[in-house]
Antibody, heavy 122, light 106 residues
Framework: QVTLRESGPALVKPTQTLTLACTFS??????????VSWIRQPPGKALEWLAL???????YYSTSLKTRLTISKDTSKNQVVLTMTNMDPVDTATYYC??????????????WGQGILVTVSS | DIQITQSPSSLSASVGDRVTITCRAS??????LNWYQQKPGKAPKLLIY???SLQSGVPSRFSGSGYGTDFTLTISSLQPEDFGTYYC????????FGQGTKVEIK
């Protein structure tokens, strides 16, 4: 059974750096074709993909946020970490991680973690 | 980045109705298009991957079609549990989602 769980602070102040961890089980990020992504969703709004890391440690970022994001993995802990710098109230959202298998150039998000609501406020 | 235009933004339909949601990509994306269902307060769930492949465990009333720039998600006979918001997502380049379609049951 594949599971993912996000962890991190529920509240951060403007200008601070957010660090979120995704701890997973049921698959390995050392398996060829396996990736993990981060996606967020502001309250009442659409989903927004943020970043992806693959089995070969290649990293991909949202064009609009790439200067603020860093994704990394610790395969020994089955964990993927996302940092986002210079947080702003508009970054208030539920942040999800998801297993992202890569098959023939396509990849999709399945399954997802339950999500963690992060509020940015002073 | 590739833009995805999803329509309609919302719809209301009766149980048993055939429902169609469309996504149009700003450039050709082959079959690199996936569909998700999200219920209030829950994480999205994968329904269709690679434009037309049904994810395991998803009812067969859901189907997907399309290639290139135009894609469709069809619910052949709407059921009460199908309420929620549906999103398409492309993985041809930097991943992007459509804006979502909220489905309500009349």
């Amino acid at each position: 059974q594949v599971t993912l769980r996000e962890s991190g602070p529920a509240l951060v102040k403007p200008t601070q750096t957010l660090t979120l961890a995704c701890t997973f089980s049921g698959f390995s990020l050392t398996t060829t074709g396996m990736c993990v992504s981060w996606i967020r969703q502001p309250p009442g709004k659409a989903l927004e993909w943020l970043a992806l890391i693959d089995w070969d440690d290649d990293k991909y970022y949202s064009t609009s946020l790439k200067t603020r994001l860093t994704i990394s993995k610790d395969t020994s802990k089955n964990q993927v970490v996302l940092t986002m710098t210079n947080m702003d109230p508009v970054d208030t959202a539920t942040y999800y991680c998801a297993r992202t298998p890569a098959v023939g150039g396509n990849n999709w998000f399945d399954p997802w973690g339950q999500g963690i609501l992060v509020t940015v406020s002073s | 980045d590739i833009q995805i235009t999803q329509s309609p933004s919302s719809l209301s339909a009766s149980v048993g109705d055939r429902v169609t949601i469309t996504c149009r990509a700003s450039q050709g994306i082959s079959s690199y298009l996936n569909w998700y269902q999200q219920k209030p307060g829950k994480a999205p769930k994968l329904l269709i991957y690679a434009a037309s492949s049904l994810q395991s465990g998803v009812p067969s009333r859901f189907s997907g079609s399309g290639y290139g720039t135009d894609f469709t998600l069809t619910i052949s006979s709407l059921q009460p549990e199908d309420f929620g918001t549906y999103y398409c997502q492309q993985s041809y380049s930097i991943r992007t989602f459509g804006q979502g379609t909220k489905v309500e049951i009349k």
